[in-house]
Every structure is written in structure tokens, then in C-alpha cells.
């Protein structure tokens, strides 16, 4: 095998407007475009002049380096480094993030009589989220760029996945948390890996609203999905999902929608490899959000996508409780390229899909279940046809929000009882007469 050095074909990029267009080359801290304030996306003018051959040898190089256990190979973000801003080795923060299963649904195949139904475990990160690729990405840019401050609002997710990544790169981190609106596991997370956690009395979208405002005072690299360099390391799970898919592209790929980074980066991700020729056509990327936190789902309603309408988000799956997603007019492009659907899911949709992943031995957050509810839905629309292979995002990790499991009815908690052989068997001899 080749030895394959870091960054052996990556090439130079610039950031655009996603609004404007306007094309510049830094960003100051807060990643808007300086004519507009809108936000940015990276692009990699070089590729358009590329030979094709450039193109046609990436599958090969990329599965070459699946056998390597150097970091940056073992890394499911940085062994597609040829699609990813250059970054000098020394400030590749990894923890060998991506790499997840692809998992095919038996269960809900069944019952929703799609033979091709498949689970992309984003849960099986590092710290339990699909954050970790972003983060990888974006932190390494802050390292390079000679940054011992990190920071971030969270829901929980992107708070763990910063102070994660923050503590291996020996760096400080501070996250700003919806005081009393997060998941126990995630905000424990950010605590052990010694984040500075400031609570807040305000939502998610508050959160985001005052750190605008820390950062410009404040010297700490801004690791939020308005950061794009986070949508670069989001977008290599489209690489991942075709490697493991044979190259072959679903018709669907669904995911939940909170501030709208994750739909986009996945659309981005595909759209790059389309327009590389490595792939022939798009997947349609769906977007589903809770009812109570549906701020895509009623501006593709009410105004077909040009306007936002901002909501008050309420919704137990805290992950996606978010009412002002900064990545909107990404999310609405995606919609429109792909060809994809944005629907909303009730709570108790949610919490259904949810217990039907566990009976089939697949854990994951409230806000990743609420794929599979929403696709329920796509299936009666006649969106989703029976042929299809369709693949669910999950985002999280089961382990994030035992809090919401807890609350479950129908569970198979028993007891407490007396500590002796009859009483269990009593107990057994009744389960056993139900099934
Ligand atoms: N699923 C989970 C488990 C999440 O944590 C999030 C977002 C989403 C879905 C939605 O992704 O925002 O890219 O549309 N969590 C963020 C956080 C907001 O702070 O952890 P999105």
C-alpha cells in the first residue's frame, strides 16, 4: 500500500455567501458575509479545473486508507481530506469520529413494507453525536488559526462534542446552555471534559443571540453551525454512507432538523460528490422537525422557503428545540435541490418511533426518532415508495436522555418486589400467559 501523506490533494478554498454570493477568503469571527450578513458556505474553486482522473482516484485513495492507523486516516472526517479545507497535520484534532454503522431495520421494514430501510448510527461517535465530525473539522481550523478559546449555545449535543474536542486539543472551552432545558447526559458530558458551563435563563435561540455578542468581545473561536467549517466536517457522512452503500445512492435520506446545519452539510456533501462525477444523481434529503419546532416546515408552508417564520419552540426532544434556525436558507436549498420533503412530527409520534427503534434493539435521542416518524408520514403521502432504499439519520445516542425514557409508558419495569424465588416466578408466570 502507498503511503499517503496528509493533505496530498487538497486544494485551496474560499467562502461564499449562501444569500448574496459574494466570494471572500477569511471571515472574521462571527462567519457572516461582510456585504450582507449572511451566512457562508466553503467552496473549492480548484475542483471545477481538476482532471477527472482526480475525481476517479479519491474511492481508491479513501478505501486505501480505511487499513491505516494513522489518525488522520482513522478518522472518518479527515480521510476524505481532499474534499475538506487544508489543515496542517499537527492541527488535526481527531478522536477517530465518523466511522459509524449503517444498520439495515428489520422492525419498522416490515411495517412500513420498505425492504431497504437502513439506520445511519450517527450516535456511535465519540461523545454520542453526529456533532463530533463537524466539530473535529471546525476545531482544527480554530487550532491552526492559533486559538485557545472555544465556544458555543447548545441544545446539549454540540456543548459535549466542543468541551470533548476542546480537552484533547488542550484548549479552553465555554458553552451557554437553555438553563433547564438540556439532557442530563449531554450537560454532564460538557462538565467532565471541564467546559465552563454558564446557564442561562433564555431558549436556544437566546443562547445563540448573546454569544453573537460575547464573541466580538471576547477572544473564543466561534464553534457554532454558523461556523462553515463545521458544515465541512458534517458533510463527509454523505462519503461514509456511499462508501458503505457501494456507491449506489439511496432515494431517501432523512434527517431531523434543529438549527438546519445537518441537512445542509449532507446535501452539501452529496451535491459535491455529484458534481465531481463520483456519484450520478442526488438522494432526495428530507427534513423533519417536532411539531413544536417547526419553523422549515411552516415557511415552506406559508411562503415557500423565502421568508422565515420564526417560532416560540416547544418540544421534549430538546435536541431540536430550536424556533430561529441560523441555517435556513442552507436547509431550503437542500429541500429544493434534492427534491426532499419537510415534514412535522407530534410528540407522541415521536416518543412511538422512538420505543419501536428500542423493540428492535436501536437506541438513539427523542430528535433522531423523529426520522422514523416522519417518514410514517412520507409513506402514507405516497412520497416514499415501497422500492426505495431510504436511509435515517440518527443524530444522538440513547444514552444522552434517559430522563425521556423514564417517562415512557408501557415499559417492562417490575417491582420493587420481595427478593425471593416465588415472587419472581409469580411475576414470570404472568408475563409468560400475556405473550
Ligand atoms: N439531533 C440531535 C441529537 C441534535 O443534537 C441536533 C442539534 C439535531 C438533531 C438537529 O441538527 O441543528 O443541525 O438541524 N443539536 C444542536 C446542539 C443544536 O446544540 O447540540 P441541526
Not at 436547509?331 to 412535522?344: F, I, R
Not at 407530534?346 to 422514523?372: F, R, V, Y
Request: charged share 20%; glycine share 8%.
Amino acid at each position: 500500500m502507498n503511503p499517503i501523506s496528509a493533505n496530498s490533494q487538497a486544494v485551496a478554498h474560499v467562502l461564499r455567501c449562501v444569500h448574496c454570493g459574494k466570494v471572500q477568503e477569511t471571515a472574521d469571527r462571527m462567519f457572516r458575509c461582510t456585504q450582507c450578513s449572511e451566512l457562508l458556505e466553503v467552496v473549492y474553486p480548484e475542483w471545477a479545473a481538476a482532471p477527472a482522473e482526480f475525481a476517479l482516484r479519491l474511492k481508491e485513495i479513501w478505501r486505501e486508507r480505511r487499513g491505516s492507523s494513522l489518525p488522520e486516516n482513522a478518522s472518518g472526517v479527515w480521510r476524505f481530506r481532499e474534499l475538506l479545507p487544508q489543515v496542517e497535520r499537527e492541527n488535526i484534532v481527531t478522536m477517530s469520529e465518523g466511522n459509524t454503522p449503517l444498520i439495515p431495520l428489520k422492525k419498522a421494514a416490515r411495517a412500513l413494507r420498505l425492504p431497504h430501510l437502513l439506520a445511519k448510527h450517527q450516535g456511535m461517535n465519540p461523545t454520542g453525536s453526529f456533532k463530533d465530525t463537524g466539530i473535529s473539522a471546525a476545531i482544527s481550523m480554530a487550532k491552526a488559526e492559533g486559538f485557545s478559546w472555544v465556544c458555543c449555545a447548545s441544545t446539549g449535543n454540540t456543548s459535549a462534542s466542543v468541551a470533548a474536542y476542546a480537552a484533547r486539543a488542550e484548549m479552553k472551552s465555554i458553552v451557554l446552555l437553555p438553563a433547564g432545558q438540556v439532557a442530563a447526559g449531554k450537560l454532564a458530558q460538557a462538565l467532565e471534559y471541564g467546559a465552563h458551563v454558564l446557564q442561562l435563563r433564555t431558549d436556544f435561540d437566546g443562547c445563540l443571540k448573546v454569544l453573537h455578542e460575547v464573541v466580538r468581545k471576547f477572544p473564543a473561536y466561534l464553534l457554532n453551525s454558523l461556523n462553515p467549517y463545521r458544515l465541512e466536517g458534517q458533510k463527509t457522512v454523505a462519503f461514509e454512507l456511499m462508501e458503505q452503500l457501494d456507491w449506489k445512492v439511496p432515494d431517501h435520506v432523512i434527517v431531523p432538523g434543529g438549527n438546519l446545519a445537518n441537512g445542509s452539510a449532507l446535501g452539501k456533501g452529496f451535491t459535491e460528490l455529484r458534481d465531481l462525477g463520483l456519484i450520478e444523481s442526488l438522494p432526495k434529503i428530507s427534513i423533519i422537525q417536532a411539531a413544536g419546532a417547526n419553523p422549515l416546515v411552516r415557511s415552506m408552508r406559508e411562503n415557500g422557503g423565502r421568508e422565515l417564520v420564526r417560532v416560540n419552540a416547544e418540544t421534549r426532544a430538546t435536541a431540536i428545540r430550536i424556533g430561529n434556525p441560523a441555517s435556513w436558507r442552507k436547509a431550503v436549498s437542500v429541500l429544493k435541490n434534492t427534491g426532499g420533503a419537510c415534514e412535522e412530527v407530534s410528540e407522541n409520534e415521536i416518543a412511538q418511533a422512538k420505543a419501536e427503534l428500542g423493540t428492535e434493539g436501536i437506541g438513539c435521542e427523542p430528535a433522531s426518532a423523529a426520522t422514523l416518524a416522519g417518514l410514517k408520514k412520507l409513506v402514507a403521502a405516497g412520497f416514499v415508495k415501497p422500492a426505495e432504499t431510504v436511509v435515517l439519520v440518527l443524530t444522538g445516542h440513547m444514552l444522552k436522555d434517559v430522563d425521556y425514557m423514564k417517562q415512557a409508558p408501557g415499559q417492562n419495569l417490575l417491582g420493587p418486589m420481595e427478593a425471593d424465588s416465588d415472587s419472581v416466578i409469580k411475576t414470570l408466570e404472568q408475563i409468560y400467559a400475556r405473550h
